[in-house]
């Protein structure tokens, strides 16, 4: 409900007109990480902007795009720096063939401390499509 009632407003205010593939995608756990917890609550929301993309008539389709290469500590109580070291190497894309060269690609993500998470997922993405308009997007910022 809340990818829907928050995040799909902002993919439907960029697109303005636009006619280009969206994809949108959410940031990953890791397997272990996602089975101990049950569900990868970044998915939940991305589905739910995908669906309220979808009601407010956006052609957009949702691909797990990123994954995690490694398990890797809670950056919990990183600080700036150490959470930017933490994430490198982290994350890849599972290059989706059904995802255009010049897509709109929207990552989202549940909390953002540092952005250093968001900016490797980015990254990530760029590599494999660098002529992809990528958005990073979170429904909450920790103080």
């Keep these: 409900m809340l990818g829907n ?18 994809v949108v995608t959410a940031m990953p756990v890791h397997s272990w990480r996602r089975f101990k917890r049950g569900y990868n609550q970044s998915e939940a929301l991305a589905r739910g902007a995908l669906r309220g993309a979808r009601e407010a008539g956006i ?3 949702y691909e797990e ?3 995690k290469t490694a398990n890797r500590k809670s950056q919990i109580n990183f600080d700036r720096f150490q959470r ?7 994350l890849r894309t599972t ?8 897509a ?7 909390t953002v401390t540092t952005g ?6 980015a990254e990530a993405v760029f590599h494999d499509y660098p ?3 990528i958005h990073l997007l979170a429904l909450a910022q920790e103080l």
């Excluded at 930017?84 to 982290?90: D, I, Q, R, V």
């Excluded at 250093?116 to 997922?121: E, K, T, V």
């Design 84 to 90: 930017w070291n933490n994430t490198k190497g982290a």
């Design 65 to 67: 795009l990123l994954e």
């Design 104 to 110: 709109l690609i929207f990552i989202i993500d549940d």
């Design 59 to 61: 052609d957009v389709c």
């Design 131 to 133: 002529k992809a308009e």
């Design 5 to 22: 009632h928050f995040l799909a407003p902002l993919i439907v205010s960029t697109l303005a007109g636009q006619r280009r593939p969206v």
């Design 116 to 121: 250093s998470s968001l900016l490797r997922a």
């Design 95 to 102: 290059k989706k063939k059904r995802v255009p060269e010049d």
